[in-house]
């Protein structure tokens, strides 16, 4: 059987409103339209592929849409001609090609897993390392507002099926004080609460905040900017300890892990630059037993079905948690994405993917490279 090759690589630009008018973090940042990038990969065989990325925002993480559009556009001329199937050979040909940047290549490694996983007429979670159990847990983000506007959206969660409540804090430490302990305050038996600063906290914030509210069951999320100033907080409090923007390579993973510096790290799909690389930094956390949000940093169903497949093919006992961002946004990109149910998700259980995008909801592609436009 000759090698399949790609054919035509193409980029079409989404706007995913969200439900809830916007979405705020630490330091101000809000967005309420993400833009999102969706990739299609066809190849001569006639076999086609999908994959998204959608960055926070140009204030998170050091990605942003366009850049994630001008990524894909030096990649590209690269991989027409070569096999989607062989994605170690593919993802080692786009760090050649375009040094960091991670982000930019990671909706073209999810469509070429998809495509593997069509050729195989297996879903991607099975291509993965198989599916654990029914279904996985799903945590649900508190946008920042006000303290008691915050306690007021968990019961409303609740009733939607979630147990796991990230509560985004960063901002002013008395507020994030009175937030956590308010919140805490309407948790019942079997809810878990993660404050979750994204950075936001200075040192001495941060150091405040923990012993504040050392009598609270709490997780902590990444409270400060720095791997060095998370690791100062770490060894000050004896709450659990969630690193998140910290862990951008698997070299990041191995210090934290020598030095003890969490007890769970958050994957973010994209922030590794793709599937290929998260599954080995998921992988790693598996072989010690280290705990394990899967997410990425935004995306509509083509992500959330990414998230799902790698979700579901992890260990059931170091699944912390993950997520759905496809409920949280007004637009549907695709047939057949996961949906949440009762605070819990399963991954498709057909080829690839196993989704069908909405080529109407994508509209005309911004750019194509390869074969006929």
Not at 47 to 59: A, H, K, Q
Not at 346 to 368: D, Q, Y
Request: charged share 25%; proline share 5%; aromatic share 6%.
């Amino acid at each position: 059987m000759a090698p399949m090759k790609i054919e035509r690589i193409s980029v079409f630009q989404v706007d995913l409103p969200l439900h809830e008018g916007s979405y705020n973090w630490s330091g101000g940042k809000s967005v309420s339209v993400f833009d999102s990038t969706i990739v299609r990969v066809e190849t001569d065989a006639g076999v086609t592929g999908f994959g998204e990325v959608c960055p926070l925002g140009p204030f998170y993480l050091p990605a942003y849409a366009k850049g994630a559009r001008a990524g894909i556009g030096e990649l590209a001329p690269h991989l027409v001609g070569q096999d989607p199937t062989q994605l170690d050979k593919l993802n080692r040909l786009m760090d050649a090609a375009l040094k960091g940047h991670p982000y930019a290549k990671s909706a073209i490694d999810i469509a070429c897993w998809d495509i593997l996983g069509q050729v195989c007429g297996l879903p991607i979670c099975t291509l993965l390392g198989g599916r654990y159990g029914e279904d996985f847990v799903l945590y649900r983000a508190i946008s920042q507002q006000t303290p008691d506007q915050m306690a007021a959206k968990v019961a409303d969660y609740r009733d939607e099926g979630y147990r796991r409540f990230q509560l985004k804090v960063g901002g002013d430490p008395d507020t994030d004080i009175e937030r956590i302990q308010v919140v805490a305050d309407e948790l019942e038996p079997g809810d878990v609460l993660i404050a979750d600063a994204n950075t936001g906290w200075l040192k001495h914030d941060a150091a405040r905040v923990v012993r504040a509210v050392n009598d609270v069951d709490v997780y902590i999320e990444q409270p400060c900017d720095s791997y060095e100033e998370c690791l100062s907080i770490r060894r000050r409090t004896s709450h659990p300890f969630v690193l998140d923007e910290s862990i951008d390579s698997i070299e990041a993973l191995l210090r934290g892990q020598a030095d003890d510096a969490m007890d769970a790290v958050n994957i973010k799909i994209s922030k590794l630059g793709g599937l290929t690389r998260a599954r080995q930094v998921r992988d790693l956390c598996v072989s010690v037993g280290l705990a394990m949000t899967i997410e990425d940093s935004w995306g509509g169903d083509i992500t959330t079905a990414a998230i799902a497949h790698l979700a579901h093919s992890t260990p059931t006992d170091l699944l912390f948690t993950s997520t759905d961002f496809n409920s949280y946004v007004t637009v549907s990109t695709a047939k057949g994405a996961p949906q949440r149910k009762k605070g819990r998700m399963a991954a498709p259980t057909a080829p690839g993917l196993g989704i069908s995008p909405r080529m109407k909801v994508l509209g005309e592609p911004v750019a194509v490279w390869g074969g006929e436009s």
